[in-house]
């Protein structure tokens, strides 16, 4: 501490560039500071700080961090406190540019790993990152005002929200409340899948969000009911006995009138492959973890991709085991995005026709008597659906509101009626019988190309990195669209896959490589060693913890 006082007394005044003297890790008694990057001009972006607090001093119970879905959830509670504690901070000292800004990650509803804190499981110290525009007038430090946030304003927020006896009781009961229910999410997901089920609903569940660019619940909203035929309880270690209505694997079909919740419901399923914080309104909400929304991407490129199970003869001849285009079509790219879930390991597909290619998803009786099936190159999605549960093990969730084909293919049919399911299976195959399906079967055997390789680009001596929210990123001067991975949660986890993506190039760039090797690598690297491993040198930027599905999506869309 004396040290880094008289080191800011030193530079006071001086130039900007002398607040790099400052880099290095200072004794704060109750924590350790580390400044790690500092920034070279006032309007640059903030420099990069964390202070870490020992075990003993932080204090939380071991047991709220010695198993991993617990260490999650208290890292994320203690991160929500810190980044509000550090939110009020922000700007109280002043400056030009960025002077005085104080700012930490801001997690939205779901609850991940985050680079932004971290407990050590054994130890139990705490590590929280964060940035702090370093003050100056004009172009010269002030170091009095940087002396007044790391002195004066910082040790309340660090303590406030890394030293477990300075919770008030409130708190510390809704730290439990935290801990507890991620016992719970945690069970709840390992009993559904025990018992057959490929997600689960509770009742009272809020499904809709407050509007398109927020995730908040939606006040008011009709709250979930299951029907009773498909009503399974549960018993979660502290909440006890939940209700709601289970999804069996195999292939559900959800239908209903336009604007009677069939789009929310999916959604719903889409996001609840993680779990979502107390008062979300989807808490008990869970979808089984490898499910992947699929949908039509016009215009994406695929490289050397068999997609032959939907696509063949093609009219220019071009050959669909090893398929590549710089400009997919709509059904062309729903395609390639259901092989590669395939082949990335999801067991569950999830699909919107307000967001599907039609003629991927299917062809009518009509359509096949006027247009042979042989003239055809599409295999339509109909088709494959039982086949891809039975061969594979791969369940479908489908909102289909238009086209009464899937009556004929689905296990189970729920109609959403004022946003409440009905289960309508029965009647609905009834009078599907009545409406013989004349499709040309077809049984070919489901065969993935287990081996498929990809050449990524030779590493570059730099690379430069410029995410796009939730849209994708700019790798050098190539622009990564990832807009359609829409279970991409939000621009931390961009950055972590843009990150994983340089991680991948740096290793295998240049030679061909198995995507299976290149999943299961990083994967294996960020379940290890945490996200922050993603970033080898240099400061630790925020990133949360991307799944192998998305990876796996920006490498198929990256590769040329
Ligand atoms: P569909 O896909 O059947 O046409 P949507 O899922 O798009 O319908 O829902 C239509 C509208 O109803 C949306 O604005 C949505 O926010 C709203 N909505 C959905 N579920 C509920 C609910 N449970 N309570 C209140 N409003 C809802
Ligand atoms: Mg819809």
Redesign the pocket.
Known sequence: MNRLQNELKRIDHRGYPAYKDLKGSYDFVKYTLNIEHVQGDPFASPSSLSVSINGKTAGFPKNYYDEYHRRIALEDFILRRFSMAVSKISFKAKGSGKSGMVSASQPGQEIMERSACHVDENTGEVLFRFVVGFPARGRSIDAGELEKILFRLLPDAVEKSGIFKLFKEQEKSKLREQIELADDQKELRRVIQEKGFTAFIADGSV??RESGVSQKP?KN??LFKSPESMQVSFDLPHKGKITGMGIKKGVTLIV?G???????LLQTLEKAVYPHIAGDGREYIVTDATGVKLRAEDGRSVADEDISLFIRNLPNGKDTTRFSTLDASGSTSQAANTVEALEAGSRLFLIDEDTSATNFMIRDELMERVISADEEPIVPFIKRVEQLYEQKGVSTILVA?SCGAFFHVADTVIQ?DR?IPKEITKAAKQVAAEYPLKMKDDDTKIELDEGRKVRLPKADDRTKIKVMGTDGFLYNKTNVDLRYLEQITDAEQMLAISKALEYLIRKYGGKETMIRTLIDDVEGLIDTKGVSALTSRGSVPNMSKPRRFEIAGCINRFVK
């Open positions: 499904l809709p939606m909203a009709v209903g336009g604007y009677h919740g069939k789009s929310t509101g959403m946003y």
